[in-house]
């Protein structure tokens, strides 16, 4: 019996999309220069390091586009 990606073990989860949203009341502070961001909610970027979500501005993230494309950490750069 064949089944579709999506529908796999569904039982533990597997083969479904992960929500990774914030929660709505949940601010964004930038993790380079610490600008907090104003509603509504902006498209940062977000990078996965260590396990852990950063969240960069607009501004950060043009400034430092090349490290980001090339997966540095932000410890880095």
């Known amino acids: 019996m064949d089944q579709r990606p999506e529908e796999a073990d569904t039982a533990t989860g597997r083969g479904q999309a992960e929500d ?6 949940e601010q964004l502070v930038c993790a380079r220069c610490g600008i907090t961001a104003a509603p509504p909610r902006p498209t940062w970027t977000c990078s996965v390091e260590n396990g852990s979500r950063h969240y960069f501005c607009d501004d950060c993230s043009r400034e430092h586009l090349r490290a980001i494309e090339s997966r540095l950490d932000s410890s880095w750069w």
């Open 20 to 25: 990774h949203r914030m929660p709505a009341g």
